[in-house]
């Protein structure tokens, strides 16, 4: 997965189009972020003994979004790029941001 938790990344398509926002869950497996104010939906919850909420009500939340939908942004030039790996000298791997406006810059 090239992009984890606490990354910055631009929404490229779909109702939040354009909006950057920070990445607050990935979930590898399924193929979906869940970010920081973007995608917020409402949830509607029955009145539940169990439920953390006993009288119900109207809850927001966020929802999540397809990976292939949001692109990272880097750091020090703030476009929306795609990421590679490189090795290091001492053999530990680093993402790498690519592209053809972009020089090859470390994102970590």
């Given at each position: 997965?090239?992009i984890r938790?606490?990354?910055t990344?631009k929404?490229l398509?779909g109702q939040?189009k354009g909006?950057?926002?920070?990445?607050?869950?990935v979930?590898p497996d399924?193929?979906?972020?869940r970010l920081?104010a973007?995608?917020?939906?409402?949830?509607?919850?029955?009145?539940?003994r169990?439920?953390k909420?006993?009288?119900?009500?109207?809850v927001e939340?966020?929802?999540?979004?397809?990976?292939?939908?949001?692109?990272?942004v880097?750091?020090?030039?703030a476009?929306?790029?795609?990421?590679?790996?490189?090795?290091t000298?001492d053999?530990?791997?680093l993402?790498?941001?690519r592209?053809?406006?972009?020089?090859?810059?470390?994102?970590d």
């Amino acid at each position: 997965m090239k992009i984890r938790k606490n990354d910055t990344v631009k929404v490229l398509s779909g109702q939040h189009k354009g909006k950057t926002a920070k990445v607050l869950e990935v979930l590898p497996d399924e193929g979906y972020v869940r970010l920081e104010a973007v995608g917020t939906v409402k949830k509607h919850l029955k009145p539940n003994r169990s439920n953390k909420n006993p009288q119900g009500g109207i809850v927001e939340m966020q929802a999540l979004i397809h990976i292939s939908k949001v692109a990272l942004v880097t750091p020090k030039s703030a476009t929306p790029v795609r990421v590679g790996y490189r090795l290091t000298d001492d053999g530990k791997k680093l993402r790498v941001a690519r592209g053809k406006k972009t020089k090859l810059e470390a994102i970590d």
